[in-house]
């Protein structure tokens, strides 16, 4: 069975600083990975994606994940967070195809000013 | 390009009655999926479907839920019967069937329940 955990439930960081949201996941097969950020009373944007292909992917808002097969992660990064950028992130999963997603369980980011 | 559009955005009701949903996927996505998502977790796949084809349910759709996607455009989740623990917002998602995007889903704002 496919799953993901988000082992931080909050992260705090100053504005202006690097930012790291971790996820690791486990699925059987070759794993498709996603981040969703969910504003309040709002439903979830994408991100971005991994399905393939270079480890590093880079997605909207300037944010980017790092794929890596050994440590089965993918961590959210941005070199240098904002304000706007507080919200809930979820981690999502699934073994390909159009099979239903995985989520984790969120991480709330909190950037101070 | 409109997104997901979902409705109502709330809904309150009293335990015992029944209530549906309503979602439009994005123009063209063949592929529309429920979640629900409770406080303080991530959404749970609830079901699936491609065109009109209910694909997949999950075991937490119980028998007093049953979504529809009748002509392969809009869909409905109806809930009969609610219980308290019904109270959760409700997330669809669609993807379209080709193109770069075709393996990423597309949500809507969501549709709160309240049962009191």
């Known amino acids: 069975a496919q799953s993901v955990a988000q082992p931080e439930d909050q992260v705090n960081v100053a504005e202006g600083n690097p930012l790291t949201v971790k996820c690791t996941y486990s699925v059987s097969g070759n794993p498709y990975l996603f981040w969703y950020v969910q504003y309040p009373n709002r439903g979830l944007q994408f991100l971005l994606k991994?399905?393939?292909?270079?480890?590093l992917v880079k997605g909207s808002y300037g944010f980017e994940a790092e794929f890596n097969k050994s440590q089965t992660s993918f961590h959210l990064k941005k070199p240098s967070a904002l304000v706007s950028d507080s919200a809930l992130y979820f981690c999502a999963v699934r073994e390909g195809g159009n099979t239903p997603l995985v989520f984790g369980k969120g991480t709330r980011l909190s950037v101070i000013a | 390009d409109t997104g997901v559009s979902q409705n109502p955005r709330h809904k309150i009701t009293k335990r015992g009655q029944n209530v549906t949903f309503r979602c439009d996927p994005i123009?063209?996505?063949?592929?529309l999926y429920w979640y629900r998502q409770t406080l303080g977790q991530g959404p749970e796949f609830l079901t699936y479907?491609?065109?009109?084809?209910?694909?997949?349910k999950s075991r937490l759709l119980s028998d007093r839920f049953s979504a529809e996607r009748p002509k392969g455009s809009f869909s409905t989740l109806e809930i009969q019967r609610t219980e308290q623990g019904d109270s959760a917002m409700y997330l669809c998602?669609?993807?379209?069937?080709?193109?770069?995007?075709?393996?990423?889903?597309?949500f809507g704002p969501g549709t709160r329940l309240t049962v009191l």
């Open positions: 479907f491609q065109n009109e084809a209910q694909l997949e």
């Open positions: 998602a669609s993807s379209p069937r080709q193109g770069p995007s075709t393996d990423t889903q597309y």
């Open positions: 991994y399905i393939t292909g270079d480890n």
């Open positions: 123009s063209e996505h063949n592929r």
